[in-house]
């Protein structure tokens, strides 16, 4: 979670969005009293065939009618039912017959193997990109099912904190009781097991240039999967444990902010409301725009695009040179835009922004189960436990938690 502020009240997210109602995240938000956004629908506007279709109807109903013809509506209505159906399946954690097969061929074929019109087919694929960061080809069936959660039994809504998302982590740090170290790099984990069965580690870590370390019966440790290679383990993660982390692929998000004169907003707003975000295949990912109307008296607003998959990858290409493409594919849907930006403002996320489970894994396969057991007082969380996002940090910071206590509490 990472907000920033660019002065005199703006301000915009580059890591997580949306809070979703079904977040477990939403229990601890409610708790601190963090004050929310007003709840938003999941579906967005959508950019297909070079047309525009703006979701500023009352309902999904009215927008999909919009969208589809009634026969295309029916098919992805066909979809909603089958997506239900399987999602459920996957409730039990287990690998039934049916999803081992989903787990061995990409969402892609799956999609294609159901016979939808390209267009149902086209607005299925829009809408899950952008949540798991990569080419649908890429992943597996089962994981793509798991991420349409949002959009199953009726579709959920999301919100946002008010104050920026990283007031939450705010919140958090604020409800930890005792000693706490923030802003230290962990570079090594030691542990052993005593006679009597507990555990102690010894962790160490760099902060303000000195390397201290601190002792625990217990560690979690909750970095990103990619960064696991960092630290030093000893003993090291199971080879098995390795092999569920090594066959993760990266999923790629990069955040661009536009400071834009909101004089633009004459030729974004769509009879007086708000078109975003809208969801395009290519170089923009998701264009959020502005999700709500600059306060009267404001120049300029935050303009933000959340891109994804391998259009995100440009570290090694010069800013000016992405901008420039940026704009020039803004200008295509909404003529004269460029001209009204100010500013921009590049986060990027090297080498993954998110976990994906390739074809032949899944966070339900055996192989990922060993990374929830504890390796000689050592527990695991992160969003990569359980999915690619916050839902599946907190579902296993919990686990862990969980875990820790019910050892702390076994008699010696
Ligand atoms: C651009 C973007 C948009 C997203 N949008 C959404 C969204 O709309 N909804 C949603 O639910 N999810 C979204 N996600 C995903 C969500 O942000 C992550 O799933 C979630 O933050 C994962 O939480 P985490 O605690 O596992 O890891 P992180 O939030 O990555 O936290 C890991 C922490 O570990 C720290 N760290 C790393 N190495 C070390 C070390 N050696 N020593 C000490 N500390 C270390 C890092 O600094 C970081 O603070 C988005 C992600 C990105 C990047």
Redesign the pocket.
Known sequence: ??TVEYGKGLRA????????DK?P?MDYVKKFDVPLSEPEQPYSSVYMDGKLFPYVQDDAAAFHAAVFTPEERGHYDRWLRECEALYDETLSGKLTPRLAELQNISFAKWVESLRLPPRVAEFIRLDLEC?V?TDWNNLSAVYGIQQEEVFLHGAQQ?R?ARGGNRTI?DAFIKAIRGPKTLG????RIARARKPDGSTRAVVY?KKDGVMRSAEAEKVVV???YH?LH??QMEPSLTDEQWRAVDTLIPGG???VHFLLDVAANEKLLVGGKIPFPVLTRGPLGVVYGFLEKPAPGRKEEVFTL?V?GDYSRYYLEPRDAVRGRLLAELDKIWPGLPAFVRATYF?G?HPA???GWPVGRSPLDGLHASLRAENVGLYL?????Y????????R??RDAADKVAASLATPR
């Open positions: 979670m990472a997210e580059y890591g997580m969005h949306e809070i979703w977040n995240l949540e960061a999301c946002h982590i230290a790099l962990v570079t870590y909750t970095v990103p960064l960092s630290i998000y990069a955040v959340l994804h986060y996320y922004a998110i976990p969380a992160g969003d990569y436990l999915s690619s996002h916050s839902d599946g940090a907190v296993s910071g």
